[in-house]
Structure formats: structure tokens, C-alpha cells
């Protein structure tokens, strides 16, 4: 798995490119742990090749989302497929976070 990195003025573009399951979350994960170590991570998850997630990838967005909310901030998700999507909806986090149809609208939604 590939986790492409792209900053966009102040706001950090992480764009994972498969499906977030079994060893792929753990590397995921690492990523993102490391940017939520910044004073004030601005973060959007570009999830359009992200098929399929599994339940472990679903625990390591709500820990995102978690330490996002101890800052007063919420997690971004852009460009989700309609199966992830669906599977926020059945597990019932879907209001934990904040979803947009494209990624420039996500980053402009930090000013």
C-alpha cells in the first residue's frame, strides 16, 4: 500500500491507495500518527481509491477523529467510494466526521 502525502497550503492531503485492511491500517496508521503530532494537524483523507476498509481501519479513524476532537477539530474525509461510505452508515459513525465530494472543497473548508 501507498500512502500519498500532498501539502496544499497548511492543510496536509493524505490519499491512501488501497483498500485499508490487515497490515496496510498498521502502515496507515503510522503515517497519520506522525502528522497528528504537529500543534495543529489539518488534515483531509482523500479516500477515492480506498475500496474496502475493514474493522481495524474503521477503530484507527475513530482514534483519528478522537484526537482530533480533544483539539477542537474534526476529521475530513473527501471523495469517499459509496462502499466505504456505506460502511460508516452501518457501523453508525458517519456523524463523527466530515465528508466532502472533492478534495479542494475539504481544504477550503480550513478557512
Known amino acids: 500500500m501507498r500512502v500519498q502525502r500532498q ?3 497548511t492543510v496536509e ?3 491512501p491507495s488501497a483498500a485499508l485492511a490487515d497490515e496496510d491500517v498498521e502502515q496507515f ?3 497519520i500518527k506522525e502528522l497528528l503530532t504537529a500543534p495543529n494537524p489539518r488534515l483531509v483523507f482523500d479516500m477515492a481509491e480506498v475500496a474496502y476498509m475493514d474493522s481495524a481501519a474503521l477503530e484507527s ?3 483519528f477523529s478522537d484526537e ?3 483539539r477542537a477539530a474534526r476529521l475530513k474525509l473527501a471523495r469517499v467510494t459509496s462502499t466505504c461510505r456505506e460502511i460508516f ?3 453508525g459513525i458517519t456523524d463523527r ?3 466532502f ?3 479542494q472543497h475539504a481544504v477550503r473548508s480550513f478557512l
Request: no cysteine.
Open 7 to 9: 501539502l496544499v497550503g
Open 13 to 15: 492531503v493524505i490519499a
Open 29 to 31: 496508521s503510522k503515517v
Open 61 to 63: 479513524f475513530l482514534e
Open 68 to 70: 482530533l476532537a480533544n
Open 89 to 91: 452508515d452501518l457501523v
Open 97 to 99: 466526521f466530515v465528508f
Open 101 to 103: 465530494e472533492d478534495v
